[in-house]
């Protein structure tokens, strides 16, 4: 885990880059019906808008509520850290998925009259695959990959 803001700035982007990409395939896999390769490269049509927006919410804003409220569940000085890496990767996800959905859908969804319908929608779409990746993928594969690079002591 990052130990300087250095570290935490490099972290935030790495882990926001992989993320917002996923979402943003998995978001347009089901706007199109379906996956195909073709995702991959409309995704990044939509990851220049995204990714300073979710670094932005992320390094600002939700990385100091996340662990706030994390901690109100768990105390930090008893937990083992993986129990205290997946509370605070949990708050992060229920942040930040409600979020990234509401301007999302903003952007992207030309919801009209029916915007709280929608982000609504899309907030309950979103939220099973971003705490699925979060938990499972991303968030150990960031972390796995950060550590090779960065030795903390």
């Known amino acids: 885990m990052p130990k300087t803001k250095l570290q ?3 972290f935030t982007i790495f882990m926001a880059f992989v993320m917002v990409y996923a979402m943003i395939c ?10 195909s390769n ?24 939700v990385s100091k509520l996340s ?6 569940f768990i105390d930090p000085s008893k937990e083992r850290p993986i ?19 509401f301007i999302a859908t903003l952007l992207f969804k030309n919801p009209g009259s029916e ?17 699925f990746l979060q938990i499972f993928f991303v968030g150990p594969f960031v972390r796995n990959v950060f550590g090779l690079f960065v030795k903390n002591k």
Not at 67 to 72: D, G, P, Q, T, V
Not at 85 to 99: D, K, Q, R, T, Y
Request: overall charge positive; hydrophobic content about 65%; charged content about 10%.
């Open 26 to 35: 998995y978001n347009i896999s089901l706007s199109i019906g379906g996956m």
């Open 67 to 72: 662990k706030f409220l994390a901690f109100r």
């Open 115 to 131: 915007i709280i319908a929608v982000w609504l929608q899309t907030t309950v779409m979103n939220f099973p695959m971003a705490f």
């Open 83 to 101: 129990v205290i890496i997946l509370s605070i990767s949990s708050m992060i996800v229920c942040l930040m998925c409600p979020m990234m959905s």
């Open 8 to 10: 935490d700035v490099i």
């Open 38 to 61: 073709k995702v991959f490269l409309m995704a990044f049509g939509e990851l220049k808008i995204m990714l300073p927006i979710a670094f932005i919410l992320e390094f600002f804003i």
